[in-house]
């Protein structure tokens, strides 16, 4: 375990890695409005069931921990106390790895209530 969080400190941290919570959020959203509306127009109701949906959403919901994860071991690489406003190589790993983990928690949420309907919803009306 302690190679594990060695090596994601090792890690570069971009604005690539901040991205990734919010698109999933967006490709997981995507996916949910053509399942509503492939479902309605060829079955015209939900599944009873939607396994393919529960997979999709958990590996979404996967993902997006994961990134969560992984910036919250990186937050807390050693430097100096916040705010991370400094132009050095720990503070804007900190700075963005902080945001990530925001961004992790807010997508997170939003994956949630995306799926909350499909889940809930029975009819096409």
């Not at 967006?26 to 127009?41: P, Q």
């Not at 079955?43 to 396994?51: D, E, N, R, S």
């Not at 690489?77 to 705010?83: A, E, I, L």
Request: aromatic content about 10%.
């Amino acid at each position: 375990m302690r190679r594990l969080i060695d090596r994601v400190r090792g890690l570069t941290v971009s604005l690539w890695t901040l991205i990734v919570p919010p698109s999933v959020w967006a490709v997981h959203f995507v996916f949910s409005y053509l399942w509503a509306a492939l479902n309605c127009a060829k079955v015209g109701h939900f599944a009873t069931f939607p396994l393919l949906y529960v997979v999709g959403t958990m590996l979404a919901l996967l993902t997006v921990v994961g990134a969560g994860i992984v910036a919250s071991i990186q937050a807390r690489t050693p430097g100096g106390d916040p705010p991370h406003e400094q132009s050095t190589d720990s503070d804007r790993l900190r700075f963005l790895a902080k945001a990530t983990q925001l961004l992790a928690g807010l997508s997170f949420i939003g994956v949630v209530f995306t799926a909350a309907p499909v889940a809930f919803l029975t009819d096409c009306r």
